[in-house]
């Protein structure tokens, strides 16, 4: 099981060393605290593992995209086992340590936009949709807070994050040239439709559907009516900080 959760300083750790794991350009603890401290201006999330029943197995894995090729594979996970997923208050644990962080996302909000800056998941927990709840997260947060727009950058060759972003309706509108310092690669700008076209909102209800018959899970809607408007209900690589 998973739980989607707002990300504390005391995840920085943690989320420091998925991201290490995703980005060949990991950004410094210090960016997320920051960040964490500005609460009004962005929103950052992380996907915590909730049950240790995951078995792995060897075998070859797809990468989502972001991340480093490693050897030993992905973890086969139960389908069954990313019910149920929450978001909101943190979960009580009763004691417990808390469960591994598994993935992350965040984005800026500035007047009417939503700016994406990173999603990254585990590779061992990858091609699990993990990333697409992610990104479902930050657009209803988006929604939810009345932006406009959802705009993020992404490698020029990280076709498997585009794919994911063009499912979502993205278009690259323009390029930021050798945007990304590691090896002065260039960046897509992508953005999305207008999250307050009502046909946009239909096809974001229609792709939560088919997402929650994949992954085997509800989503259902808090706040009222996607068709109207209303947030999709909160809960797939980027970053200044894809990598």
Request: glycine share 10%.
């Given at each position: 099981m998973f739980r989607i959760e707002p990300?504390?300083?005391?995840?920085?750790?943690?989320?420091?060393?998925?991201?290490?794991?995703?980005?060949?350009?990991?950004?410094?603890?210090s960016a997320y605290r920051r960040e964490l401290r500005l609460p009004d201006q962005n929103f950052y999330i992380v996907l915590r593992e909730e049950s240790p029943a995951v078995t792995a197995v060897n075998g070859a894995g797809g990468d989502s995209g972001g991340g480093r090729d490693r050897g030993d594979g992905p973890r086969t996970i139960a389908r069954r086992t990313l019910l149920p997923l929450a978001f909101g208050r943190r979960a009580e644990t009763d004691g417990r340590p808390e469960r591994p962080v598994v993935g992350f996302a965040g984005m800026w909000l500035l007047f009417d936009e939503a700016h994406i800056t990173t999603i990254g998941v585990d590779p061992d927990f990858r091609g699990r949709h993990l990333g697409e709840l992610m990104l479902i997260a930050l657009t209803d947060e988006a929604m939810r807070r009345n932006a406009s727009w959802l705009t993020l950058e992404v490698r020029v060759s990280n076709e498997a994050a585009q794919h994911l972003y063009r499912k979502y309706g993205f278009k690259v509108q323009g390029t930021r040239r050798r945007y990304y310092s590691d090896n002065n690669e260039d960046a897509h700008i992508m953005w999305s439709p207008s999250l307050r076209d009502h046909g946009y909102l239909r096809n974001l209800r229609r792709m939560r559907g088919e997402l929650a018959d994949e992954v085997g899970m509800a989503l259902p809607p808090v706040g009222g009516d996607a068709d109207a408007g209303a947030s999709l209900a909160p809960v797939a690589d980027t970053q200044p900080a894809v990598g």
């Amino acid at each position: 099981m998973f739980r989607i959760e707002p990300m504390t300083l005391n995840d920085v750790a943690e989320v420091g060393r998925v991201e290490r794991l995703c980005f060949s350009n990991p950004w410094p603890s210090s960016a997320y605290r920051r960040e964490l401290r500005l609460p009004d201006q962005n929103f950052y999330i992380v996907l915590r593992e909730e049950s240790p029943a995951v078995t792995a197995v060897n075998g070859a894995g797809g990468d989502s995209g972001g991340g480093r090729d490693r050897g030993d594979g992905p973890r086969t996970i139960a389908r069954r086992t990313l019910l149920p997923l929450a978001f909101g208050r943190r979960a009580e644990t009763d004691g417990r340590p808390e469960r591994p962080v598994v993935g992350f996302a965040g984005m800026w909000l500035l007047f009417d936009e939503a700016h994406i800056t990173t999603i990254g998941v585990d590779p061992d927990f990858r091609g699990r949709h993990l990333g697409e709840l992610m990104l479902i997260a930050l657009t209803d947060e988006a929604m939810r807070r009345n932006a406009s727009w959802l705009t993020l950058e992404v490698r020029v060759s990280n076709e498997a994050a585009q794919h994911l972003y063009r499912k979502y309706g993205f278009k690259v509108q323009g390029t930021r040239r050798r945007y990304y310092s590691d090896n002065n690669e260039d960046a897509h700008i992508m953005w999305s439709p207008s999250l307050r076209d009502h046909g946009y909102l239909r096809n974001l209800r229609r792709m939560r559907g088919e997402l929650a018959d994949e992954v085997g899970m509800a989503l259902p809607p808090v706040g009222g009516d996607a068709d109207a408007g209303a947030s999709l209900a909160p809960v797939a690589d980027t970053q200044p900080a894809v990598g």
